[in-house]
T-cell receptor, first 111, second 113 residues
Framework: GQSLEQPSEVTAVEGAIVQINCTYQ??????LSWYQQHDGGAPTFLSY????GLEETGRFSSFLSRSDSYGYLLLQELQMKDSASYFC????????????FGAGTRLFVKA | DSGVTQTPKHLITATGQRVTLRCSPR?????VYWYQQSLDQGLQFLIQYYNGEERAKGNILERFSAQQFPDLHSELNLSSLELGDSALYFCASTPSGNYNEQFFGPGTRLTVL
């Protein structure tokens, strides 16, 4: 089967940098995505990595190492509005293409 | 606003009942995905449709079924409801040729009493 592990909670200070790690185990791996979800809201797409390396989109960057089955989301210049849950998700071909989500990391940004 | 719509927004029903959740994907998107999110949990993949056909199945219970209609809207049917089925149900869609970014609807909050 598939499994993803990410920390349940992370706390950081406004203006700081925070890294949310994700390790995964799956066959038929295609790529790793990150989604943000505010309380009561819908998940919104942040990034997708299919190849090893760092992808940067504004204040957010995402990294993937396929050989280590590991990725991370890096949030820079943290703002209060970044307080949310962050989910990593693997896209894998296991009896059809599926996107399997981790349990999520709740990020608290403090003033 | 992602462009994906879901109705109803809230649904309260009793155990043993049957409900239907509706989803309309973004204009032009052929793929629809259904997810269940229980309180403070991650998203559990239920099922995916592409242009009316089932493409992938996740941990969907036999009491649950779904379909995608010719106009591409999708319905998720939940029957013999149990207390544990109380959750947020999200629908998402992806554009053809780019399945990596899913656009989520606002969700339907189901409460089973």
């Amino acid at each position: 089967g598939q499994s993803l592990e990410q920390p349940s909670e992370v706390t950081a200070v406004e203006g700081a940098i925070v890294q949310i790690n994700c390790t995964y185990q799956t066959s038929g791996f295609y790529g790793l995505s990150w989604y943000q979800q505010h309380d009561g809201g819908a998940p919104t797409f942040l990034s997708y990595n299919a190849l090893d390396g760092l992808e940067e989109t504004g204040r957010f960057s995402s990294f993937l190492s396929r050989s280590d089955s590991y990725g991370y989301l890096l949030l820079q210049e943290l703002q209060m509005k970044d307080s949310a849950s962050y989910f990593c998700a693997v896209r894998a071909n296991t009896g059809g293409f599926k996107t399997i989500f981790g349990a999520g990391t709740r990020l608290f940004v403090k003033a | 606003d992602s462009g994906v719509t879901q109705t109803p927004k809230h649904l309260i029903t009793a155990t043993g009942q049957r409900v239907t959740l509706r989803c309309s994907p973004r204009s032009g998107d052929l793929s629809v995905y259904w997810y269940q999110q229980s309180l403070d949990q991650g998203l559990q993949f239920l099922i995916q449709y592409y242009n009316g056909e089932e493409r992938a199945k996740g941990n969907i219970l036999e009491r649950f079924s779904a379909q995608q209609f010719p106009d591409l809207h999708s319905e998720l049917n939940l029957s013999s409801l149990e207390l544990g089925d109380s959750a947020l149900y999200f629908c998402a869609s992806t554009p053809s040729g780019n399945y990596n970014e899913q656009f989520f609807g606002p969700g339907t909050r189901l409460t089973v009493l």
